[in-house]
């Protein structure tokens, strides 16, 4: 009875709690990582799937990924949707969270109805705007031609000069709330005396964001792209729900691509392989995520 009272009382309890969460992310996360990565190394097919003792390939499958000829377009891709998805997120966001942090009626009403597409999963949102996009009988081609900015329909996902902008259009909306979201917390920590001592001194509306919003909220912007690049990195819902990677993996990306190789192709080892490529970029990704933290706390 000891024992079992020490247990469940102060730290021995603290420690059981700890030790069946660390439990929970080994058997959920750690055991699939640590099969993905030794995957990349081996030879795999349908009949060895489940196996662990499987021919090793060594950095074979990293060579062999390489080579393939459409490995330079899918990162090319890869780069634009990342690094166009998180300019748009976070420049919109931004825009946002300042014109919400104005004091007027009803302002933090309209910013709760941007986070509806925040909960939305990823596969009806890109259905919504598979349905905006089509070409045919598209929401959006109805608006454009309406206003005579076109005159003819623009199938935005089957041309391959427009279908991974389509996509990057989607994603900005999917991820437009969160970047709001935070950034509006960032904003509501910095004190407005120091707005109303800058405003009394003279100081214009882009003086004082550049010399007080800017530096203050360094940590929390920060904080704020590397989770965007994290999320966009891991972003998959809507490559199937809008153009299947296509035409020609115009529209293809790594993620989208490493789940065709392994489920479309059943080549589950290039497929691992691809996977472990862009883990680097989100650990990556992580350890700024992680330093941006640590400066928000510390300052």
């Known amino acids: 009875m000891r024992i079992l009272r020490s247990l469940t009382d102060g730290i021995g309890f603290d420690l059981i709690l700890i030790g069946a969460a660390m439990a929970f992310l080994m058997a959920m996360a750690g055991l699939p990582l640590v099969y993905n990565v030794l995957m990349s190394f081996q030879e795999v097919d349908m009949f060895s799937l489940g196996s662990l003792i499987r021919p090793w390939a060594g950095f074979d499958n990293y060579r062999s990924v390489v080579a393939q000829p459409e490995f330079w377009l899918v990162m090319k891709n890869t780069a634009l949707f990342v690094v166009g998805s998180i300019a748009g997120q976070f420049t919109l966001g931004f825009a946002l969270a300042l014109f919400f942090h104005q004091n007027f009626p009803g302002s933090a009403t309209i910013r709760g109805l941007f986070l509806v597409s925040w909960v939305m999963p990823g596969l009806v949102v890109g259905a919504i705007w598979s349905f905006i996009l089509a070409g045919d009988y598209g929401v959006l081609n109805a608006l454009l031609q309406g206003v005579g900015l076109i005159s003819e329909p623009v199938f935005w996902k089957s041309d391959p000069n427009l279908s991974l ?77 809008i153009t299947e990677g296509g035409p020609a993996n115009t529209s293809n990306v790594s993620q989208y691509w490493a789940w065709q190789m392994s489920f479309k192709l059943y080549d589950f080892a290039r497929g691992a392989t691809i996977s472990v490529m862009m883990l680097v970029l989100v650990l990556f990704a992580a350890v700024i995520y992680v330093r941006s933290t640590r400066g928000e706390v510390r300052g």
């Open 165 to 241: 902008y389509a996509v990057i259009i989607a994603n900005i909306w999917l991820g437009l709330a969160f970047n709001m979201l935070l950034l509006s917390v960032g904003l509501a920590a910095i004190p407005r005396d120091i707005y109303e001592a800058a405003e009394l001194d003279g100081a214009t509306a882009w003086q004082r964001f550049r010399t007080i919003t800017l530096p203050m909220m360094r940590s929390t912007i920060g904080a704020v792209l590397s989770l965007g690049l994290i999320g966009t990195l891991q972003q998959f819902d809507l490559f199937p729900a």
